[in-house]
T-cell receptor
Framework: SQQGEEDPQALSIQEGENATMNCSYK?????LQWYRQNSGRGLVHLIL?????REKHSGRLRVTLDTSKKSSSLLITASRAADTASYFC???????????FGSGTKLNVKP | GAVVSQHPSWVICKSGTSVKIECRSL??????MFWYRQFPKQSLMLMAT?????????EQGVEKDKFLINHASLTLSTLTVTSAHPEDSSFYIC??????????????FGQGTRLTVV
């Protein structure tokens, strides 16, 4: 299986706290992307980090990538109740635009 | 607004019937689209790659005769679940990269179709 793993599976925090989610993958990647999914809805792209990058920022999001460990982390700073959703990492291979998704982290931000 | 649209957003069908799900790219052309299945509280599993003008390629373990894929135009791919059974009940999502985009750019996802087979 090419699927990855994410931890924690579920995370509950208070508004204003930071949320950190980790992702491990199995395949060699071209890049790694993070997506958000609200319950029963499609996915929304958050951020992309290339295999030759180690860290990337976008607004309140910070992503790190360690290709030697085949792992990535997503940090959401100063979380808001509206950040409540499931977050998935997706590893993309060097061909065919295939995405292999991690198992996801369900984040609950309490107001 | 959405750039990839799926229809229907939900469907309930009787066991043994077939269901067609459409995935359209709204303002761009997509020579390739991808179909995923997501069971409750689980991740997305890639089912197949839909190729415009040629046969779809299926991931290991996915029955091609069960899940028929047709990519009839540069803006439309369809997934037909044939002879559906309750175990086919799931959330089906399509995605499309923009034609001309650099390889492995971010993908646009449809809003998903929830299939319930009774």
């Amino acid at each position: 299986s090419q699927q990855g793993e994410e931890d924690p599976q579920a995370l509950s925090i208070q508004e204003g706290e930071n949320a950190t989610m980790n992702c491990s993958y199995k395949t060699s990647i071209n890049n790694l992307q993070w997506y958000r999914q609200n319950s029963g809805r499609g996915l929304v792209h958050l951020i992309l980090i290339r295999s030759n990058e180690r860290e990337k920022h976008s607004g309140r999001l910070r992503v790190t990538l360690d290709t030697s460990k085949k792992s990535s982390s997503l940090l959401i700073t100063a979380s808001r109740a509206a950040d409540t959703a499931s977050y998935f990492c997706a590893a993309t291979t060097y061909n065919f635009n295939k995405f292999y998704f991690g198992s996801g982290t369900k984040l609950n931000v309490k107001p | 607004g959405a750039v990839v649209s799926q229809h229907p957003s939900w469907v309930i069908c009787k066991s043994g019937t077939s269901v067609k799900i459409e995935c359209r790219s709204l303002d761009f052309q997509a020579t390739t689209m991808f179909w995923y299945r997501q069971f409750p509280k689980q991740s997305l599993m890639l089912m197949a790659t839909s190729n415009e003008g040629s046969k779809a390629t299926y991931e290991q373990g996915v029955e091609k005769d069960k899940f028929l894929i047709n990519h009839a135009s540069l803006t439309l791919s369809t997934l037909t679940v044939t002879s559906a059974h309750p175990e086919d009940s799931s959330f089906y999502i399509c995605s499309a990269p923009r034609v001309g985009a650099r390889i492995n750019a971010e993908a646009f996802f449809g809003q998903g179709t929830r299939l319930t087979v009774v």
